[in-house]
């Protein structure tokens, strides 16, 4: 497409581009082979009438309450999804931070065609008992190839709760072992544990942060403290949760007090330990969010993770990092964790959403002794498998954790630069890479934006009480930044 005619359509768009409209219009010429469109257009308001009647036909079969609008995935491309009403939205949530390449990526595309990968779209195994032949070399050429740093162990799973629940079956696993030093159980201990009781079912229990969140099986949610949805009508174990430090912003203004506070969460941890040591109930690890996302993006720095690893080790208990949102590269880093300069590797690292497939890595004394003790009909899907070997290779072939840092450190400073025009409306941007958030003054004031941002061709999501969080892809560019930063300040300066 010639740069006049180029030129010309990004004119003629219906929503304000302001000054990015020669970065947009160079940069999709560019873009092209990924049929990314030029911009939001909108036709009606969201969710549109052809969605309403969706949620109202699916309502009649399940409870549809949490559906935005119903999506034409066909015309979906790149960082832009379309609804079934023709809206085409800057998409900023990206299926709730899981999609890695954007959408209808051709590599995604090719794999799916490759005849030598239709066995594993056709036949779901029981990955446990019949893996296919090609099983091993898939891990290694996915999953291993990006492992975190020190662990060379992986297992997969599903989702992401259940890559978090039975990376705690793992910790307790091995907290018993040494219980027992690394004797095998007793008959007692096996029958017993299969009435609920000891000692085949020990007093064992994870440690977790006000704010987390988790998954939404039992163990998971045991560790999950977030909104009243999750919780409300299940029972939960008795286990301690910890405060996750509240920092102040801008970080480089309030360094002794930030630092202060996260001393006294450590404290609170090595507090909740002993607190139930003394009440019977042994802590067999900790587990931790690098960023609290569903809690309202809270960070924390690497002086806090540092010193949770301190607390495990001098307690010889486990530290379960949950990297299911933060994986895959949001942080300029493929894992999250790599930015605390941890001297040791953690003990468990779970992962899914942009990963395509669920699991956990691990330390080789996490892994199980016996066979069936992780395991269930699938643990995993090597369809997903397949898919997550193209995410691999185009991550490294296009370089995309640099242009992840780079488009992340733009992005940190528009939403600054925002902020400070704004001062009455946003509060402590903050980021990671391109994994972001901002504050409002209230629940109220950040829905109403997200709906408008929404009618205007931005969708993005919420987290905690009053912030919205920014997850887009990692082909994510600097001149989509500057569409995002337009339309947010006209709803900026139009808010009533």
């Given at each position: ?210 704010g987390a969140f988790h998954g939404r099986t039992m163990g998971a949610l045991g560790c999950s403290h977030t909104r009243w949805h999750h919780k409300l009508d299940f029972p939960a174990p008795d286990w301690p949760i910890a405060s996750f430090p509240a920092l102040k912003y801008p970080l480089e203004d309030f360094v002794r007090e930030n630092r202060a506070e996260e001393d006294r969460c450590l404290a609170e941890v090595r507090d909740k330990i002993e607190m139930y040591r003394r009440k ?182 919420a987290c905690g009480t009053h912030s919205i969080r920014l997850r887009p892809t990692l082909i994510f560019q600097q001149h989509h930044v500057d569409i995002l930063m337009d339309i947010f300040q006209a709803v900026l300066r139009d808010f009533k």
């Open positions: 497409m010639a740069l006049s005619r180029v030129l010309n359509r990004v004119r003629n768009l219906p929503l304000s581009m302001g000054h990015a409209r020669e970065r947009v219009a160079l940069a999709q010429v560019q873009q092209d082979d990924l049929g990314e469109p030029f911009g939001p257009f909108m036709k009606t308001e969201v969710p549109g009438p052809i969605s309403r009647q969706l949620i109202e036909e699916l309502g009649q079969i399940q409870n549809s309450q949490a559906v935005q609008f119903f999506v034409d995935y066909e015309s979906s491309h790149g960082n832009y999804i379309v609804d079934v009403d023709g809206n085409t939205m800057l998409d900023l949530f990206t299926q709730i931070s899981s999609v890695p390449l954007g959408y209808n990526h051709p590599s995604m595309e090719a794999a799916l065609r490759d005849p030598h990968n239709m066995s594993a779209f056709v036949n779901r195994p029981a990955l446990s008992c019949f893996p296919p032949k090609d099983w091993a070399r898939r891990l290694q050429s996915a999953l291993l190839s990006v492992a975190p740093p020190g662990l060379s162990q992986v297992q997969t799973m599903a989702c992401g709760t259940c890559s978090v629940e039975h990376g705690q079956k793992a910790l307790f696993m091995n907290y018993q072992r040494r219980m027992r030093n690394y004797e095998p159980p007793t008959d007692t201990d096996l029958t017993s544990s299969v009435m609920n009781e000891a000692p085949g079912s020990p007093p064992l229990a994870i440690l977790s942060f006000k019977g109930v042994f802590v067999a690890g900790i587990i931790v969010e690098p960023i609290q996302a569903e809690g309202g993006d809270n960070h924390a720095t690497a002086h806090f993770f540092q010193g949770l690893q301190d607390i495990t080790e001098e307690h010889e208990i486990g530290l379960q990092i949950d990297e299911v949102q933060t994986g895959c590269g949001g942080t300029g880093k493929f894992w999250a964790f790599e930015h605390w300069n941890l001297r040791n590797p953690p003990d468990i690292v779970a992962f899914s959403k942009k990963m395509q497939t669920g699991g956990f890595y691990y330390k080789n004394e996490y892994e199980a002794q016996e066979p069936y003790r992780i395991f269930n009909t699938w643990v995993g899907d090597p369809a997903k498998v397949v898919m997550l070997e193209q995410v691999v290779r185009v991550i490294k072939e296009q370089d995309l954790l640099e242009n992840t840092k780079k488009t992340g450190n733009y992005l940190q400073s528009m939403l600054l630069n925002l902020q400070r025009e704004f001062p009455n409306m946003l509060s402590k941007a903050r980021g990671i890479g391109t994994f972001c958030a901002i504050d409002f003054p209230s629940t109220e004031v950040r829905d109403k934006v997200v709906l408008n941002l929404k009618n205007r061709g931005v969708h993005l999501g």
